[in-house]
């Protein structure tokens, strides 16, 4: 896959401030990509003339001498379920059709005050639920490396946005997953960071106690770049964590002999792929090798956090889900002459996709007074014992590593029709949504089948410098570079 002759922020801003390139001529090169890639159906709306706008603006303030943010001419997609004053916002749903947002996402903000570019909205799974992006409004995101698999979900479009060089870097969402999942699919690079790193002020809710904004990009640094620009508290975000932001740039230069630890019952899962099963276990045979120590450790609630997680979730999303009545916004029943309550059955109805609806019901019967002990509060108090014992280990290790995900892409239908499946192809990621803590996806691995798959990092909360620099390092060492 042709690949910008700047792949990186560092390399992108050494030519740029040695004149040899200009953000418009940067924005123009993603925009030639993007219209020679519709068919891999990544955007949902390209800012064409806003972005050039914007380049030219930057390369006018260069000319002058003036000095340009961390970000500067860095060329950004955003997925759909975030808030961009003045853009169209649909969470790739009917029911927010026509929607625009009144205000900008934190992240979006702090974004644009460090002089990135924002050059369009990325195609997802409807309301961020799903794995494959097959549940969006707009139709499927093509995996470029494969146009016959999925890219994985929710955050596909932002995946292949990364992977065909549509963009450089992008923000996903991830509750269980959406952020690392595609990343593996897609082979890149994919952070999910400590619940409330980030602000989720202006990030569509799905499980407003799971979400988290999260990063793509094709090498540590530039992820490392994003998150610094991100991170910290935000007075609109209650949950946005107080706690400073360290210098992850400086982190990713140290190296050193990590103790590491697995989870025989993810590793040994019958749910994995036997060639990766054997992909792992080389990998940690060559960790050890080169001087960190690799110790197997139990994990025996593996098999209870996928249950744990949809009932969670899906208890949150109907919650979350009730604003949308066609009253406020987005789409609205045209049949006349009906009760309030139809009108609003219908509204649904119409706007809400066949997985969205699914979930609004579980969520809703794992509420009801009947059922409430039996689903809901079993599955707190899942959450609990999961993050306890993750702690557990996390607190005698450096960090986990796990794979992302048990298979490589799926075929596109593969699993449409049976959403079982579909839920439990989630059981390594929705590990770190339940806790709260940090995980990220590292393209370190190729299947005989051609398709990449990744380790995943996962470390104690707010240890994102640490994460970072083992990635950075484990990707050194394994001499990756990403599709
Ligand atoms: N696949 C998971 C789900 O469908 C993850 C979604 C996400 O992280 N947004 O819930």
Redesign the pocket.
């Known amino acids: 896959m042709a690949s910008s002759e700047y792949s990186s922020i560092n390399t992108f801003h050494k030519a740029l401030y040695a004149g040899s390139i200009s953000c418009t001529e940067q924005v123009r090169y993603y925009l030639d990509r993007i219209a020679q890639s519709k068919q891999l159906n990544a955007f949902v709306e390209v800012f064409e003339e806003e972005a050039l706008e914007k380049a030219r603006e930057l390369d006018a303030r260069i000319q002058a001498g003036e000095p340009l943010g961390s970000l500067a001419g860095v060329v950004v997609g955003i997925k759909d379920v975030i808030c961009y004053k003045g853009h169209r916002l649909s969470a790739a749903s009917h029911i927010l059709e026509g929607f625009e947002s009144l205000y900008s996402a934190t992240a979006v903000e702090r974004l644009l005050a460090a002089d990135a570019i924002i050059i369009g909205t990325l195609n997802c799974?409807e309301f961020?639920?799903?794995?494959t992006n097959e549940n969006s409004a707009y139709g499927p995101v093509l995996n470029a490396l494969d146009t016959s698999r999925v890219p994985g979900?929710?955050s596909g479009g932002s995946a292949v946005a990364v992977q065909a060089d549509l963009c450089l870097v992008s923000l996903g969402?991830?509750?269980?997953?959406?952020v690392r999942?595609p990343a593996d699919f897609c082979g890149i690079v994919g952070l999910k960071p400590t619940y409330g790193r980030i602000s989720r002020y202006g990030l569509i809710a799905?499980a407003s106690s799971f979400d988290q904004i999260g990063i793509f990009g094709k090498n540590i640094a530039d992820v490392a770049a994003v998150l610094q620009v991100m991170a910290g508290p935000d007075e609109y975000d209650s949950t946005a964590s107080q706690k400073e932001v360290p210098d992850y740039q400086v982190a990713l230069s140290h190296n050193k002999s990590w103790k590491f630890a697995y989870l025989r019952d993810a590793l040994y899962h019958d749910g994995l792929d036997p060639e990766m099963k054997h992909g792992y276990i080389d990998f940690f045979e060559s960790l050890v090798a080169s001087g960190h120590t690799v110790t197997g450790t139990s994990f025996e609630y593996l098999d209870y956090v996928v249950p744990a997680y949809y009932v969670l979730?899906t208890a949150e999303a109907s919650s979350n889900l009730s604003r949308y009545d066609g009253v406020k916004y987005g789409h609205r029943t045209s049949e006349q002459n009906i009760e309030l309550t139809d009108f609003y059955k219908k509204s649904r109805s119409e706007g809400f996709g066949k997985e969205v609806k699914r979930r609004i019901l579980l969520g809703t019967f794992v509420l009801s007074a009947g059922y409430y002990d039996a689903y809901f509060t079993k599955a707190q108090q899942v959450r609990r014992l999961v993050t306890d014992k993750l702690n557990e280990i996390l607190d005698q290790y450096d960090a986990i590593l796990m794979p992302t995900v048990p298979s490589t892409a799926f075929k596109l239908g593969e699993k449409t029709d049976d959403p079982i499946a579909m839920y439990l192809a989630?059981i390594y990621t929705v590990l770190a949504n339940l806790a709260g803590v940090p995980a990220i996806s590292v393209p370190l691995h190729r299947h005989s089948n051609g398709m990449p798959y990744g380790v995943q990092i996962i470390t104690k909360k707010f240890d994102e410098a640490n994460l970072l620099r083992i990635a950075q390092h484990l990707m050194a060492e394994e001499q990756v570079a990403t599709v």
Request: cysteine-free; charged content about 20%; aromatic content about 6%.
């Open positions: 799974d961020a639920m799903g794995s979900g929710s969402s991830d509750t269980g997953g959406s999942q799905y979730t989630d």
